[in-house]
């Protein structure tokens, strides 16, 4: 089942800070996270393995619930770089493959 | 530094007519995948396969099939392409881990408009 992200899309201005949400309504056992700039290939930001762990890079973060099923991806004084859209992926238990939300569209203006 | 490459970027094709997509990865990857992206809809499983000549159905195989014969290759078809497979196409590949850490790597994306 596919998870949910919330918001379906965002508008900041550079420097303000975004909050991604992904929620399952089954168990997580990890979670992705990719980003898709416009007319790019997906690309791998960062994995979360077991509920509590919380990972960075730069100045984006992201969370794992595992008891709320649920991930947080954070944009801190977001770069118009960060423009794209954001997906999360959840494994699909007993078989190697992600399924996908549906995307956050993030776009930064200056 | 790892490499999904797709066989082309955009393609018109006619109702009918039967469309191969090309995938084709350098990582030795065993697992190749097909996604269709569409607005809202994100990105959605066509066909995955896990290894040469073995494939599994995704969440909306219907009117396609696939075709892995080599490692590194892995084709998308459309037997008889319809204007509602209008769309772009992902290819991407990932190596068996373990624990839900199989990060996935993908092409730049084939977009399809059937005319």
């Known amino acids: 089942q596919q998870p949910v992200q919330s918001p379906q899309a965002v508008i900041l201005r550079e420097g303000e800070d975004a909050v991604i949400n992904c929620s399952s309504s089954?168990?997580?056992?990890?979670v992705h996270w990719y980003r898709q700039k416009h007319g790019e290939a997906p690309v791998f930001l960062m994995i979360l393995l077991k509920g509590g762990e919380q990972k960075g890079h730069e100045k984006i973060s992201a969370s794992f619930n595992e008891k709320k099923q649920q991930s947080s991806l954070y944009l801190t004084a977001s770069q118009l770089s960060y423009s794209g859209t954001y997906f999360c992926g959840t494994p699909d238990q007993g078989a190697q493959k992600l399924v996908f939300g549906q995307g956050t569209r993030l776009t930064i203006n200056p | 530094d790892v490499k999904v490459t797709q066989s082309s970027r955009y393609l018109v094709k006619r109702t009918g007519e039967k469309v191969f997509l090309e995938c084709v990865q350098d990582m030795d990857h065993e697992n190749m995948f097909w996604y269709r992206q569409d607005p809202g809809l994100g990105l959605r499983l066509i066909y995955f396969s896990y290894d040469v000549k073995m494939k599994e159905k995704g969440d909306i195989p219907e009117g396609y099939s696939v075709s892995r014969e080599k490692k590194e290759r892995f084709s998308l078809i459309l037997e008889s392409a319809s204007t509602n497979q209008t769309s772009m196409y992902l290819c991407?590949?990932?190596?068996?881990?373990?624990?839900?850490?199989?990060?996935?790597?993908f092409g730049p994306g084939t977009r399809l408009l059937v005319l």
């Open positions: 991407a590949s990932s190596d068996p881990g373990t624990g839900g850490d199989e990060t996935q790597y």
């Open positions: 089954k168990a997580l056992y990890s």
